[in-house]
DNA sequence: TAGATTGTTAATCGATTAACAATC
DNA sequence: TAGATTGTTAATCGATTAACAATC
């Protein structure tokens, strides 16, 4: 073995392990604000919805932190998966779109504890440029590329119609932005190095429709 | 063979393919209203960002639909997966929680063409019952399983607070609901049969956070 | 030590990609 | 017919599950 780098051993994270470590570190923060310091594979399995198994398979991926025949120190499991997916410092946000949505998100207090910060709201309407929404003063969508940079922004949210979420894609991309989160639902189209992920609530529901009509298994 | 149902020789949806129709039935729905009658496996896959050959594969799973040198009837394709995914009739929702997010879904103009309806709307907080949101008059939370039952529901949207999501959620399924979409930060527990699924966003910026730190592949 | 629990290897399973035969 | 495009089979790849050795 080659110690890679300082901090642990790790490979190379298979995409489904990385999509599972948010649930974990949820997990763990739950243990940690009951006062539980240690953990086992199976307590935090059973709050993250997997199996034991999958849980120590995930976390062996990313070096050893726990101990065998005693468990996982919550708080160090912690620090280090929430250092893996990069939430030392806050990662900066810039929401397009101050609807309904938009301003939900905007007003949503959870993110500051989960790594985020949201530095900059962006709209077209000249009724709500200006406004003052959860502290921050609404820009208008000129100012997209200034909102960015200014504000130190790595990710953009797209909470526009989505008309219009394409073009919103190409200045937040031209901004330099490396990820964007959509609510529209629309396919979009970015350079390399831009990574998107679309949350689209109707098809959410559409699947909930075909597990309502084909069940016989069950559960989540 | 031996011909599954009336319709189509369709044997067992594997569930990736089944999470990717969604995004076909969208993609449709543009062809569509652009006027396209007929497209490929090239055009629909690129439009829904998968590649021609997952996509003929997904498609061959519902039984065949497309005809060899030709392409694919979009009005037949899309009514086809419409049909599987179980969205020829409105599927009735229920939100539970009218804070800024059960506002905006509540508003949301987009789930009527795409196979729900909001047949009711529920809170605790005494200020939000019996105001008029989308036209529909928010009841208390204690008149929940009437509400389902009366408005015949068949899928609850959970956006509340995570302290009382695992609650409401029990009282969804009591309710008998069949799915539930959650936006709560926490882990649920359900009967079986009865589904869950859950958004939440700040694992979505997490997972984009990850991605920001560790790129070197990039897209989608 | 004995019991507990992790980390890892091996076996299974499912999903994706590639190739191509069927057929319009 | 020749060209195009699907549907399906086979090959590859990745993810999950099971089993167990390492070790606290």
């Known amino acids: 073995m080659t110690t890679a780098s300082a901090e642990g051993a790790r ?3 298979p995409r489904a392990s990385v999509a599972r470590l948010p649930a974990y570190l949820l997990a763990l923060d739950g243990l940690w604000s009951e006062g539980t ?19 120590r398979k995930d976390l062996s991926f990313l070096g050893s932190y726990g101990r065998r025949g005693v468990g996982y120190d919550v708080a160090q499991l912690r620090g280090h998966i929430g250092s893996v997916l990069g939430l030392e410092e806050p990662n900066r946000v810039v929401i397009v779109g101050v609807g309904h949505l ?13 790594g985020f910060s949201i530095v ?6 000249p009724a709500v440029v200006g406004t003052t929404v959860a502290g921050l003063v609404v820009r208008p969508v000129a100012e997209l590329a200034d909102v960015v940079a200014s504000g130190g922004a790595t ?3 797209i909470a526009t119609p989505a008309a219009v979420a394409q073009q919103v894609a190409d200045a937040l991309a031209a901004a330099g932005v490396h990820g964007i989160l959509t ?7 970015t350079p390399d190095g831009v ?13 909930l429709a075909f597990h309502g009509r084909h069940r016989e298994h069950a559960k989540a």
Do not use: C, N
């Not at 938009?102 to 989960?114: I, S």
């Not at 900059?120 to 309407?125: E, H, I, K, N, P």
């Open 37 to 55: 310091k240690l953990t086992s594979s199976h307590e935090l399995a059973a709050r993250s919805g997997v199996s034991p198994e999958q849980l």
């Open 120 to 125: 900059g709201l962006v709209d077209d309407d």
């Open 195 to 207: 990574q998107v992920r679309a949350v689209d609530l109707a098809s959410e529901l559409q699947l």
């Open 155 to 157: 990710i953009g949210v």
């Open 102 to 114: 938009g301003h939900a998100l905007a007003a949503y207090g959870g993110f500051a504890e989960r």
């Open 11 to 13: 490979e190379r994270l």
């Open 183 to 189: 609510f529209a639902p629309q396919t979009l189209q």
